[in-house]
């Protein structure tokens, strides 16, 4: 663990160094204790909602991947914003809104107008990862909040549950993530929920087949069509690892080489015949130390991209609206 964390140091140094802007230290004096203010409102969810977590974490991954991190995801309609929680990767699915209102709540009474939603985002994530097992770093903060969101963006640059692994990649791409990102963020779907829409086609009409999707262990497969029948409700849940279904580990890695991938998305870093993600999902299984290492360096990359700071943006005193509205 302590190599673990003098490299998170040095990690921070150097990607800090690149976006000097952010920063671990950014809240050091304004607001000293932000992230256990965080982990504390996180905690009291977690003992009513053991999903909240990853939940939190999805939607740091969700608002990053649409204008970057800036808080937008958290919008609601109003006269000036189309809000990007009706977009299809999000509508129905993204969650955790009123957990993130109650750490804004939180962090506004310790110390007003100080620290943004898109950081808050940020923290949840990074807190969420640790509670349940995983590893710690220190996100990198000085975010400050958009005044729009971008609903067109939210539909095409999600990455889909269905999508090919050549799609995927090159959403990543187009946002400065590499291959390695790719398969290390994609380890977060160790734990955490997912409904029978986002994989019941594999179940049995795959790519229009009218049979399931071949890379499914069969095992696996049955198990799945009893809890989503084809006829049955598609917001059913099932856990995206069988095995430690709460725990942040490198399971998610081993139900891949077992073709127990829960979506078309998870399976393909492992089953695309001849992909580079097959060597690092191999890496990420054997060694859970180095998905670990890795996870938290491509964290902090996917948190890097395209922040507002300086004056652009808000600091959002409540984070479903922009200030004044």
């Known amino acids: 663990m302590s190599l673990l964390l003098v490299g998170t140091i040095v990690l921070t140094l150097l990607i800090g160094g690149s976006n000097s802007q952010l920063s671990a230290t950014f809240y050091s004096t304004t607001c000293p204790n932000v992230t256990s203010i965080v982990s504390n409102v996180i905690q009291q969810a977690l003992q009513s909602d053991t999903r909240i977590a990853a939940s939190l974490l999805r939607l740091h991954f969700h608002d990053c991947f649409v204008d970057g991190c800036d808080g937008s995801i958290l919008l609601d ?21 009123g957990v993130v209102d109650n750490i804004k709540t939180a962090v506004e009474n310790s ?10 985002l940020a923290i949840a994530a990074q807190v969420s990862v640790t509670l349940s097992g995983g590893p710690t770093w220190n996100a990198l903060l000085g975010r400050r909040d958009s005044t729009t969101a971008n609903l067109a963006g939210a539909n095409t640059n999600l990455p889909s549950p269905f999508a090919s692994l050549s799609n995927i990649t090159a959403k990543f791409s187009a946002v400065g993530l590499d291959t390695t990102d790719l398969v290390a963020l994609s380890g977060g779907h160790t734990f955490g929920r997912a ?3 986002s994989f019941s086609s594999r179940l049995y009409n795959f790519s229009g087949t009218g049979s399931p999707d071949p890379t499914l262990n069969s095992t696996y497969l049955a198990t799945l069509q009893q809890t989503c029948p084809q006829n049955g409700s598609s917001n059913t849940l099932t856990n995206f690892d069988p095995t430690t279904p709460d725990t942040f580990d490198s399971n998610y890695f081993s139900n891949l080489q077992n073709n127990n991938g829960l979506l078309q998305s998870d399976q393909e870093l492992f089953s695309t015949s001849g992909a580079s993600t097959i060597s690092i999902v191999n890496s990420f299984s054997s060694n859970q130390t180095a998905f670990f290492q890795s996870f938290v ?3 902090i990359n996917m948190g890097n991209i395209s922040p507002l700071t300086g004056t652009n943006g808000q600091i959002r005193s409540d984070c479903k609206k922009v200030n004044g509205s």
């Not at 110390?111 to 808050?120: F, K, L």
């Open 77 to 97: 309609n109003s006269s000036t914003i189309v809000t990007e929680k009706d977009a299809g990767p999000n509508s129905n699915s993204v969650r955790g809104f």
């Open 111 to 120: 110390c007003a107008g100080v620290v943004s939603c898109a950081d808050i």
């Open 195 to 197: 409904k029978c829409s």
């Open 297 to 299: 360096t491509s964290m």
